[in-house]
């Protein structure tokens, strides 16, 4: 690069910076395009709208209505993938919608769940809603080049059975849809449809075509379901919890940055100015496609700001190392990035095929983490690969090209002996498991239980209050709150707010009906709240049984996907297992630190299981790519304990320093943020130590184990032959 292309390189460099930051913090137009400020928020951060369910049928069963309930988060998921649908009582389903405040349109557009039917012509039902799988809207070209619009249909098994005689026996005739009683469409029957994917035809418009999908969608309900209630919610965490966090956020960031540049020097500077623009681009990219932000959603930002620092620090070292050898400045920067290459490409990948698994397998909460944390990954490894040596390498071209401004020769730090110690950091970690199970178990025979579970996990009782003025949310944090845990001995209490009343939902564990009427009594002493104005009733867990499965089930396959990518490109089951076995290792003594901390499990509980997975997997690639590497140049007298014990030791450096700075950013997070925010980022920190001690010591000596006992049963077995 010249000096002319340096010096132009930075200014656009600079140029984005001002334009990302003006369009982060102003937006264009009056409505602000781009601004921060009109990222969609999640419930628990802005509120939104709750809506309530009667179920029409009598006596419904559990299975029915965990059936309906399901079906439904998969449909309110079209406005908010941070939405959640849970039991009320008996048979009431209630729904909260984040990021929305226009009850009364999304109960249009939600329509209301009824019977639907596809009936022939002498009035025979051919198949019911609970038969369709999904509908959705289809577009193609007529003949003239003109858009049109269908709806297609995907039955299930049963479903596609009867529609296939059905169609059959009725070619040439109309097959009624009948929702609630009127008749919505009336499709003549074209030919057999025997393969279970039907399509609706006719003079749609788009949206006649996706009322019509919608309205087939809502009709799949199991259970008949009556409008009881809605209203618009405030925030659980309210602006206090945005703004600390955004505080936070601002103090870690600049943390980090003063470290990358007392570390790192003009290198730290350069990826200092590329995370910058990592943050704004992230930034408008949740604006740009519509992305509602929640806690989880956080998360996984807080975990993609780690892993764009850490492909930093990994490009660095290699710089170091190369510089070390006695190579130019200019060298060591391109050899460092080229070798860097391999290990920031594999370990972002092992992370981005997990948050892929967790989009495709989850709902809710998963989706949202595993949707931030996707785009975080992709835009830091854009930032750390184009950016950052985009920006070094300009300032070598404008004349900064002393030795001294990227590396300062050290005393050469002596190895440790990681695989000597390995059957202690076996022995430790397998100490830390049997203890952490025997306090679950001391727990459970004290009748605590093994965890001890939030409201999102096992419900709880819901208390509506109307008091005598509008409460803030700090004002219900500091006064109502506390008068709440006292009578009922729950730490863990949420609250809502109805937006344009004085109303405040208090969600707590579930209390009899003596414990009922002392809150009651307190809340009328305290406040001069009118107890015979005050509603409770019984809710269901908001993460359903189906969600938590989802949730299992999607760790699961990503683990068996990082499991064969490794495997596929490191060419050895050996790494793969191990590093798939320490992840589950890391995972496990994190839901043991839940178990003895007593930190209630909930929403927040599978965000950090997911950030976990996420994160600690970055740190063992690394290694096993550098182990990778030493391998090329083995020879027959290698000594096989000393090579991995030099590939830990050459990146233990980056292991300390990626995760100090995370951790960083995650100690912030705890220190300022409220009770909600420090009760996912204190198990995060435990899970980020951890990671960190795993993949330093028990990963690559898992590795050694495998592979010298492994090879040398294959050794024997081919001197025998």
């Known amino acids: 690069m010249t000096k002319k292309k340096g010096i132009i390189s930075l200014i656009l460099v600079a140029a984005v910076i001002v334009l990302l930051g003006f369009t982060t913090a102003v937006g264009f137009g009056k409505t602000g395009t781009g601004a ?15 809506i309530t369910y009667q179920v029409e049928d009598k006596n419904p069963s559990a299975e029915e209505m965990s059936d309906t309930i399901y079906k439904l988060q998969l449909r309110v998921e079209q406005y908010s993938t941070e939405a959640s649908v849970y039991q009320e009582g008996d048979d009431r389903i209630n729904i909260e919608i984040p990021g929305v405040t226009d009850a009364n349109k999304i109960l249009d557009e939600l329509g209301k769940p009824g019977s639907l039917e596809f009936q022939t012509t002498d009035g025979e039902s051919v198949i019911t809603g609970a038969d369709v799988d999904t509908a959705s809207v289809q577009s193609g070209q007529d003949d003239m080049g003109n858009a049109e619009y269908s709806v297609e249909l995907v039955l299930n098994e049963e479903g596609k059975k009867k ?3 059905a169609t059959e026996a009725n070619i040439g005739q109309p097959i009624s849809i009948i929702y609630d009683g009127e008749t919505i469409s009336s499709p003549t029957v074209q030919s057999a449809i025997t393969g ?6 006719g003079d749609f418009t788009y949206d006649e075509a996706n009322n019509l999908a919608s309205t087939i969608r809502i009709g799949g309900l199991q259970l008949e379901l009556k409008e009881l209630r809605s209203n618009v919610v405030g925030a659980q965490l309210g602006e206090e ?12 960031f600049a943390i980090v940055f003063i470290f990358m540049i007392l570390v790192y020097y003009l290198p730290g500077l350069a990826s200092g ?12 990219i949740l604006n740009a496609f519509n ?44 050899t460092g990035f080229q070798k860097a290459m391999s290990a920031i490409v594999d370990g972002n990948v092992t992370t981005l095929i997990a948050a892929a698994v967790l989009w495709f397998r989850g709902s809710g909460t998963v989706k949202g983490f595993a949707q931030t944390l996707a785009i975080g990954i992709i835009v830091s490894m854009f930032t750390a690969l184009v950016i950052t040596r985009l920006i070094i390498f300009a300032f070598y071209a404008l004349g900064l090209k002393k030795e001294s401004l990227y590396y300062h020769p050290k005393k050469e730090r002596k190895e440790f002996n990681f695989l000597g110690r390995k059957k202690y950091f076996f022995t430790l970690s397998i100490a830390v498991m049997v203890i952490g199970l025997a306090v679950m178990g001391f727990n459970q025979s004290q009748g605590k239980g093994f965890f001890a579970y939030g409201l999102e996990f096992e419900g709880g009782t819901s208390t509506t209050v109307e008091f005598d003025r509008d409460y803030s949310i700090n004002e219900i944090d500091k ?77 699961a396959i990503a683990a068996v996907f990082m499991l064969l990518y490794i495997w596929l490109r490191f060419k050895d089951i050996r790494f793969a297992t191990s590093a798939v076995l320490a992840l589950l290792h890391d995972v496990v003594v994190v839901i043991l630190f839940y178990a003895v901390s007593r930190i209630a499990i909930g929403n927040t509980f599978i965000a950090c299981i997911l950030t976990i997975v996420g994160y600690s997997i970055n740190a063992t690639i690394v290694i096993f790519d550098r182990i990778r590497e030493e391998l090329h140049y083995k020879t027959r007298t290698t000594d096989m304990e000393g090579l991995v014990n030099r590939s830990i030791n050459e990146t233990l450096t980056r292991s300390i320093y990626t995760n100090l700075t995370t951790f960083v950013m995650v100690a912030v997070l705890f220190v300022l943020g409220v009770s909600s925010i420090k009760e996912f980022a204190l198990p995060l920190m435990v899970g980020i130590v951890w990671g960190a001690y795993s993949s330093v010591c028990i990963t690559g000596a898992l590795w050694y184990v495998m592979k010298t006992r492994i090879g040398a049963k294959k050794a024997k077995a081919s001197v025998k032959k």
């Open 163 to 165: 529609f296939a005689d």
């Open 479 to 555: 006064e109502i709150v506390p008068v709440v845990e006292d009578v009922t001995g729950d730490h863990n209490v949420q609250t809502q707010k109805v937006a344009g009343t004085n109303q405040v939902i208090i969600k707590t564990v579930t209390l009899n009906l003596d414990q009922r009427e002392e809150l009651n009594q307190a809340l009328a002493d305290e406040f001069q709240v009118d107890p015979s104005t005050i509603t409770a009733e019984n809710i269901s867990s908001t993460v359903s049984s189906e969600m938590r499965q989802d949730a299992i089930v999607a760790v």
């Open 196 to 201: 279970g994917v039907a399509y609706i035809t």
């Open 273 to 284: 100015i590329a995370l910058l623009i990592y943050i704004e681009i992230v930034l408008v």
């Open 36 to 50: 921060m400020k009109n990222i969609k928020l999640g419930l628990d951060l802005a509120g939104g709208v709750s």
């Open 241 to 252: 919890a945005i703004s600390t966090s955004l505080l936070a956020g601002a103090i870690g």
């Open 291 to 334: 992305v509602t932000l929640t806690l989880p959603g956080i998360a996984g930002i807080v975990l993609s700001i780690g892993m764009a620092v850490d492909a930093n620090v990994i490009i660095f070292a290699r710089v170091r190392e190369e510089m070390a050898r006695g190579k130019s400045v200019k060298n060591s920067l391109k």
